[in-house]
C-alpha cells in the first residue's frame, strides 16, 4: 500500500497507542491535516494557541504517564511550541511534539514561515530530529516516543518538512520497529546493588533520617514502594512540588512540601536530620536554598535515573543511579523494620509549633478556596494549577492523596500554564473531576483555551484566585524592595464572568466564602460545560512560611500571626485522614498510568 | 572536516583533553558546543573529525575546570543522544598533538636565527616570501607556544591552530 509522509506518521502515532493529539494546522503541515481528515482512531484536539497545545499535551503525560503529543505548523507554529516544550523539559514530562517545516529544499533559504525548530530547540529537548526521508519516519517515531518515555522523561521533537509529508512510500505495517535499540541510548534502571545495600546500612544507622522525595518518585510510578519505605522505617516524608503525590498527603508520616515556601516542620526536619534520602528529587534551589547550609549535618542517599544529577549541586554519600521504583523494591528487601523515637517526635513538636495558618475567619481567602475544593470532591480532584502565590497555597493546602493527581509548573514556573494544562488533564482522564486554580494574571496569559474546553464540552472547573494584583511579584516587592510596588497592580482586569459567558462557558463572581461554596457546588453538577469562578479573594496576603532566595532555614519567615491563628480552631479540619481507600487510589492510579514507562 | 572553536585562554583549574566520539549526524557539532556554552563550561580548544568509521565522528575538546566540573561536564555530554563516549585524557598516557601555521616576518638579517629556532623545534618553513615565512610546527600545546614565544619579537603576522588531538598510547583506544 502507498501512503504519504503524513499518513505513515499517523500509523507510526497508532503504533504508539496514542489516542490524542493537541494541535493548530498550517501550510505546512496540511498535509497531515489531510490525513486527520480521514482518521477517526485518533482524536486530533483544535487548540486556540500552539502554547496551549504543548501545555494539554503536557497536562495529558502529567495525569497519564503517557507520552503527550502536540503538533504545530512551520514558523510561528512552531515556535508558539516553544515555551511549553521548555516547560516539559524543566519537569522532566514525556512528550512528542510534531512541527511541520518548509521543503527541504527550501530549508537555509529564510523560506516562507521557516524557522530553525531543531536548532530552537535543542537546549529544551531531549532530543530532536529532522526528518528528510519519509523512509525515515518510522525508525524516528520509535525512537522518538522511546527516547520521550524512558530513562529521564523529557520532550522530544520531530520536524517534518512539507515534502516529507507527501512523499509517498510503500507502507506494509511491519516497517514500525518492534524494538528500539540505541546503541548511544540506554539508560541505567537497576541501581547498583552494592551501594543499595550501603543504602540500607546506612538507614539502620541513621539516628534522624528524612525522606525527600521528588518528581521522579512520580514519574516511576513508585507510590506503594515510597509509602511502604516510610511505613517499614517510620522515617519522615517530605515532598517537593513536583513530588506532591508520591505519599498521601492525609498519611501521618507525610510532612507536605519542603523548601522556600514549604512546611516549617519540613524545613527544620531537613536541616537537622543526620541522613537524608533523596529519591527523585534533585536539589533545586527553591529547595536548597543556600545549598551548603542545606541539610548541613547529613549524610546523602541520591536515587535517581539520570547520573547527571549525581553531585550536580550536593555530592552525596551513596549515589544511586537508577529507576526509583525498581531500586526501592531491592532496597526494601534489606531495609529493617525501625520503631519511630524521638526524632519523630521531635518533628511533631514542630509540627505543632509551626503549623500552616491562615486566618479561619470566614474571609475568602485562597488557602480556604483550596480546602474547600479538596473537601467538596473528598480529595480527589484532579488539580491544575498555574503560578504564582495561588500556586504556592495550592501546594500547602491541597492534600494530594494520588500521583498524577497534582499537576503544576515548577521548573520553568510558567504562567498561562494552568488552564491548558487542566485541559490536557480532563481529555486524560474523562471520568474524573478536573480543577485548574488559576490567578488573575495566569488565567490572562491562556485565557483563549477556555474555548477548546467549551467546545469540546469539558466539565472543567476554573477557580481564579483574583488578588487584582500580580501577588506573588507583589510579595517580593513588599518583602524585598521596600514596597516599591512596581508594574504589580492587576485593578484593570476584564470582567472574568462576561469573558467566560463569552467563550459559552458558565461565569460566578464570588466574594465570600459562603458564596465560593455556593459556586463550587453549582459547577460540581455540569457534567459537559466548564465553569469559571472569579473569586475577589482577601487582597494583599503573603505566602508564608518563606525562605528567602538562597537563604536557610534560620531565616525562614513565618506567618506574621503565627501565634494568634495556631490556636484558632479548625487549625487541623475533617477530612485529614488516611485511609484504605488512599491506598487503593493509589494503586489504581499506579498500574493504570504510571506504569507506561515501565515497558523498557 | 576539522573545526576548531577558540575559546577564552584563560581556563581556571586544570586542563583537561576529553574526546568524544559522536555519531555522524548533521548538527551533532551544534548540540555539542552548544551544551559548553550554555552551561558555562570553558573551551579552550574544539576539533572535530572523521575516525576509521564513517559513521563515527571524534571531537577532541579541552576544557578548563576542576574535577567536579569535569564530572558535569562528562555526564551532560553522555546525556546528549548522540554522544556514544566520552574519554578524559587527563587520566592515562596519551600523546596529544596540535598543528600550527605561523606566519612570521623574515627580514633578511633575521632569517638565520629564524630558521635556527625552525630547526631546533623540528618545525618546518612551508612558504618563504620576500618578508615572511609560512612556518609550520606539530607538537604539544607547549611547544607550540614556546616557538610562538620565541617568534614573536619577530612579529608574527598571522597564526592558525588546529586545537589539540589526542590518542591513548599502546593498544587502547577511546
Ligand atoms: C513560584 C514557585 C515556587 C516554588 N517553590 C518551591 C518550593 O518551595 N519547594 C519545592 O519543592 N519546589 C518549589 N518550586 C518548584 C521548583 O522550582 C522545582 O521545580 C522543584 O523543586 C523540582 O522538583 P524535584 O526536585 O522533584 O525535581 P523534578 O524536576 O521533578 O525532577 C525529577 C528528578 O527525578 C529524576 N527522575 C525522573 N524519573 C526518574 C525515575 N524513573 N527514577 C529515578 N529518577 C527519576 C530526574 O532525573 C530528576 O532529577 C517552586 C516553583 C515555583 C514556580
Ligand atoms: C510567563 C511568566 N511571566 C512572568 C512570570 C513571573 N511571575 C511569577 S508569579 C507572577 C505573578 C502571578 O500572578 P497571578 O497569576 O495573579 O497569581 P498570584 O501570585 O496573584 O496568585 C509573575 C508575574 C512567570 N512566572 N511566568
Known sequence: MSLSGAQVMLECLRREGVAHVFGYPGGSVLPIYDALYDCHDIMHVLVRHEQGAAHMADGYARATGKVGVCLATSGPGATNLVTGIANAYMDSIPMVAITGQVRTTAIGKDAFQEADITGITIPVTKHNFLVKDAADLPRTFAEAFHVARTGRPGPVLVDMPLDVSQQRIEWSGDQYPQKVDMPSYRPTTRGHEVQIKRAAAAIAQAARPVLYVGGGAISSGAQAEVTELAERTNILVTTTLLGKGAISEAHPLCMGMLGMHGTAYANHAVHNCDLLIAIGARFDDRVTGKVDRFAPGARVIHIDIDPAEIGKVRQPEIPIVGDVKTVLQVLLKHVEPRPAGEWNEQIEEWRQRFPLVYPRDGGLYTEAIIEHIGEATEWKAVMATDVGQHQMWAAQYFRTRAPRQWITSGGLGTMGYGLPAAIGAQFARPDERVVCLSGDGSFQMCTQELMTASIYGLPLIVCISNNRSLGMVRQWQEMFYHERYSHVDLEQSPDFVKLAEAYNCIGYRVTTLEEFRAAFSAALEQTNRPVVIDCSVTGAENVFPMIPSGQTVNEMRMHTRLEELRSAPNADPEGWSYDEEDQKLSQIVDAGHGGARKEN | ?174
Open chain 2, 1 to 174: 572536516m576539522a573545526l576548531t572553536l577558540s575559546g577564552p585562554s584563560s581556563v581556571q583549574g586544570q586542563q583537561h583533553i576529553i574526546t568524544v566520539l559522536v555519531e555522524n549526524h548533521p548538527g551533532v557539532l551544534a548540540r555539542v558546543s552548544g551544551l559548553f556554552a550554555r552551561r558555562g563550561y570553558n573551551i579552550e580548544s574544539l576539533t572535530v573529525s572523521i575516525t576509521e568509521n564513517p559513521d563515527v565522528s571524534r571531537m577532541t575538546i579541552v576544557v578548563g575546570g576542576d574535577e567536579l566540573v569535569l564530572e558535569q561536564i562528562t555526564k551532560q555530554l553522555n546525556k546528549l543522544i548522540e554522544v556514544m563516549r566520552v574519554v578524559d585524557y587527563t587520566e592515562f598516557a596519551a600523546v596529544e598533538r596540535e598543528l600550527a601555521l605561523i606566519k612570521v616576518n623574515a627580514e633578511p638579517r633575521d632569517r638565520a636565527e629564524i630558521m635556527q629556532i625552525v630547526e631546533v623545534f623540528r618545525a618546518r618553513i612551508i612558504d618563504m616570501g620576500e618578508r615572511a615565512f609560512i612556518i609550520e610546527v606539530t607538537g604539544g600545546t607547549d611547544k607550540i607556544d614556546k616557538i610562538r614565544d620565541l617568534l614573536a619579537p619577530h612579529g608574527i603576522r598571522e597564526m592558525v591552530r588546529t586545537g589539540v588531538i589526542a590518542m591513548a598510547r599502546g593498544s587502547r583506544t577511546a
